[in-house]
């Protein structure tokens, strides 16, 4: 019989369950042992210990049933996705303080689209003005129905 | 209040001018998300959630239900014009609408799904109305125990009935479950799970719980794919060149529009296969955790079994179109039934409105009509003419949203993102909950790509407190004894109806299994 390599044997779906059951394992600790005011009877520690010991088993469970997924947890375009996402947004939102909300929305809106777009049809007219439109939209939003309280910044 | 002078209270309120505007603009911004392939109702309320709570409550409430409804007919318009479903909702509908399209019955298949989806949509409404309030008088009868077996088989229900594997559906529901236990204590007032953090001593708020798993992680997976496809297109242009034309598939032979007009003989004719999938859509929508997607099939199914043009279906029928079209649409106002009745959200969307709702000052739950009923009756009316204002803007716009349906990905994303990010931020002036949002919006994301169903997950971070709450009350009434929350024949009714789902789930599971193995 041929041996499979532990890359082979473990699933994502598996790996989930193992995250599962350490972070129950964790959890119950905490519960036990940790600061928690517990009261009397079933207090503060009884519906979360329920909870942990529920995402064990389910963690044991994921163990027996999930045996032939072998794509991983994150590849490196889900990477290359959360950071380019999620970093800038966090990055847009830091600006969006400091140097204003049409700046850096413009800026942002149109540094995005020149990512997404493909080099054949990238040119200046095809990202300024979504840019453009979708830097109204959100002032229009944010200035005319919403008001958006923001600490004074550089710019506008 | 006398019935009389509330009806005309809730009539006045309802047909103010900015409630009338606030609905129109509702349903337009659903059908044009709805008809957007990767764009969907969900999103769309999601992030427009934090900011209609500068609105007043009928405002908000019809601004929400409109983009709701709008979204259920928009995604069959993508689908009969280009065979790409705009929602998961309307995946049914391409198997005979597309075909329908094809054979040179554009106009017929997308007026038939059109007044279908109004008919199952208006049979759901009425269904709500009449049966929230009779349902909601029972629910004030039930105690804590009864309460907490309630949410046990809601739950149930939820993690199981979601597509996908049902062991993940429950995975997915004790981490909203863990997500939602964050913070202060619903009985005893203490903090837990908080790491030393101060500011999430309040728990996880709502709004960016629900934007980051729905809406940023959705977001995160429309910006693989715009990546993908245009490294694969900077490849080809590198190579020998873009083709960055149109394929000839969806184009239609031999198109005459004098044979594509549409007539009320129409209609009439696919009747019995609208009212099958209203039926359908209704009773599915109002379990918890069964949605419009499984609604669309389950109505298309049953339509091609009861008709007597059965083996029509699949090469262009327009029953086809109808059945399934009815069906996703009759979930709109049958999901709200257990929200109405026992603060329970049904689906996902449900669950979006409810934290609308609460956003109002107003608690989802047995009392809720009867504390709020000038807003409520108010809500029930603009329920009503929501329908027919999607029948109308629908008419009069149906080239403009074909075209609409067209703008790409890409340049969608980054103004989504703003919007998800700026709104989180303007509900409380918190940068936390920015935090928080993109956290989860991580979260979501790996979630969503191992097909993990994120409905569960959501419905359990909503109903964890009140699950806790409703075990800790009962069994402070029955002095610690754990047996007394089995003794009560309800509570015990909802144990075994739980107990009975999920070997019916097992047992299905079993079954896929087997199918694959054999194949």
Redesign the interface.
């Known amino acids: 019989m041929k041996k499979r390599s532990i890359k082979e044997y473990y699933s994502a779906e598996r790996a989930f369950g193992i995250i599962f059951i350490l972070l129950g394992i964790a959890g119950l600790y905490d519960t036990m042992y940790g600061d928690w005011s517990s009261g009397p009877g079933y207090g503060t520690t009884f519906f979360p210990q329920l909870t942990f010991i529920l995402l064990i088993i389910i963690g044991i469970v994921f163990q027996f049933y999930f045996r032939e997924n072998k794509t991983r947890i994150i590849d490196w375009m889900d990477l290359k996705t959360i950071v380019m996402l999620i970093c800038t947004g966090a990055v847009y939102f830091q600006l969006v303080r400091r140097i204003g909300l049409i700046t850096s929305s413009f800026l942002y809106c149109s540094a995005l689209i020149a990512m997404l777009t493909s080099s054949p049809a990238r040119n200046m007219k095809k990202i300024v003005l979504p840019g453009l439109i979708g830097t109204i939209i959100i002032w229009l939003l944010f200035t005319k129905l919403v008001v958006l309280i923001l600490p004074r910044a550089l710019l506008f | 209040m006398e019935f009389v002078e509330l009806l005309q209270t809730a009539m006045a309120e309802a047909f103010t001018l900015g409630v009338l505007l606030f609905s129109i603009l509702g349903v337009f911004v659903g059908i044009t998300v709805g008809a957007i392939p990767g764009l969907s109702g969900d999103l769309a309320i999601a992030i427009i959630l934090p ?1 209609v709570f ?1 609105l007043s409550p009928t405002r908000a409430l019809g601004m929400l239900i409109g983009i709701y409804k709008g979204s259920m007919f928009g995604g069959s318009i993508s689908a009969i014009s280009f065979g790409v479903p705009g929602t998961a909702a309307a995946a049914a509908t391409v198997e005979d609408g597309y075909k329908a399209k094809k054979r040179g019955q554009p106009r017929r298949a997308l007026f038939t799904a059109l007044y279908s989806s109004v008919t199952g949509d208006i049979v759901s409404s009425l269904t709500l109305i009449f049966l929230a309030l009779p349902m909601a008088k029972i629910a004030i009868m039930l105690g804590p125990r009864e309460f907490f077996a309630l949410y046990v088989f809601s739950l149930m229900l939820i993690a199981l009935l979601t597509q996908g594997n049902p ?2 559906g ?2 997915a529901a ?2 909203g ?2 997500l939602g ?1 964050i913070g202060m ?1 619903p ?2 007032g ?1 903090t ?2 908080t790491f030393g953090i101060p500011v999430l001593r309040g728990g996880l708020q709502l709004v960016p719980v629900l934007v980051g798993i729905f809406a ?1 992680s959705e ?2 997976m429309q ?2 794919n ?5 490294n694969e ?2 490849e080809a ?1 590198r190579g020998k ?2 083709d ?1 034309g149109f394929s000839s598939e969806g184009i239609m032979e031999h198109y005459d529009p004098a044979k594509d007009k549409m007539s009320l003989r129409i209609y009439l004719s696919t009747l019995k296969a609208t009212l099958i999938g209203s039926l359908t859509g209704t009773f599915i929508g109002a379990l918890p955790g069964a949605g419009s997607s499984l609604a669309g099939f389950m109505s298309y199914g049953l339509g091609k079994r009861l008709s007597k043009k059965s083996s029509e279906f699949g090469k262009g029928s327009l029953e086809g179109v109808a059945a399934p079209e009815a069906g996703n649409s009759a979930t709109c106002g049958a999901s709200l039934v257990p929200l109405f009745a026992f603060g329970i959200p049904g689906s996902a969307t449900a669950a979006l409105i409810g934290a609308a709702l609460m956003m109002q000052g107003i608690t989802p739950g047995p009392r809720m009509i009867a504390e709020n009923a000038p807003v409520m009756y108010a809500f029930f009316i603009v329920l009503v003419y929501a329908s027919f204002m999607n029948l109308g803007l629908s008419h009069l716009l149906l080239p403009l949203y074909a075209k609409l349906s067209m703008i790409k990905t ?2 969608l ?3 989504v ?3 998800a ?3 989180t ?2 509900a409380r ?1 918190s940068v936390f909950d ?2 928080v949002l ?1 956290t989860m ?2 979260l979501g ?2 979630l969503r ?2 097909k993990f169903p994120l409905g569960p997950l959501v419905l359990a971070f909503i109903l964890g407190p009140g ?2 709450r409703s ?2 009350q009962a ?2 009434i029955g002095r ?1 004894d754990v047996s007394y929350l089995f003794a009560s024949p309800i509570a015990l009714g909802f144990y075994g109806a739980a107990i009975a789902f999920i070997v019916a789930a097992m047992l299905a599971v079993k079954k896929q299994q087997e199918k694959k193995e054999s194949l």
């Open positions: 900011i500068t062991l993940k429950i995975g004790v981490i479950l863990l236990a204590d009985m005893a203490s837990r799970l940023i977001l995160g910006f693989k715009v990546l993908m496809k245009k297109e900077d242009s060149g873009a960055l890409k340049f994303v980054p103004v993102f703003m919007l990010l700026l709104g931020y303007s002036n920015v935090w993109l919006g991580v994301y790996i790509k191992h699950t806790e075990l800790r069994l402070v610690g």
